[in-house]
């Protein structure tokens, strides 16, 4: 009877081990970035980031293990970005042609790394 209580105590870590690895990472988010560093993200994170005409939006991802897809989209409107199963990093900018609100989506699968949205105000 000992042996099965073993048997069932060593079986509930592990399945309590594998529900648990959805992020395992820091997270920042606020009007104007959303910044994560993972060693595993196994999920879906967004944040909201208040962008004015002519502004844009620097993107910095950096793919250490697993893929990446993502969006930055206004409202209901098409995408103004959109990268599906990213394996690799990368860095570029996003130029926004209408003040509003975007939504930054960010999914990970197996993923390790880091990613950034920082909105960068255009001065001129």
């Given at each position: 009877m000992k042996k099965w209580g073993i048997l069932y105590s060593v079986i509930l870590v592990l399945s309590l081990t594998a529900c648990g690895a959805d992020f395992d990472g820091g997270r920042t988010g606020n009007h104007?970035?959303?910044v994560m560093d993972y060693k595993i993200f196994n999920k879906t994170d967004s944040q909201d980031l208040i962008v004015k005409k002519g502004d844009t939006i620097?993107?910095?991802?950096v793919v250490e293990g697993g893929s990446l897809s993502f969006e930055i989209q206004k409202d209901d409107?098409?995408?103004v970005y959109k990268g599906e199963d990213v394996?690799?990093?990368d860095e570029f900018d996003v130029d926004?042609?209408?003040s509003g609100t975007y939504t930054v989506s960010v999914t990970?699968?197996?993923a390790k790394g880091s990613v950034s949205?920082?909105?960068v105000t255009n001065l001129m």
């Open positions: 104007d970035e959303f620097h993107v910095e991802i409107e098409e995408p394996s690799f990093s926004i042609e209408e990970g699968k197996k949205f920082t909105v």
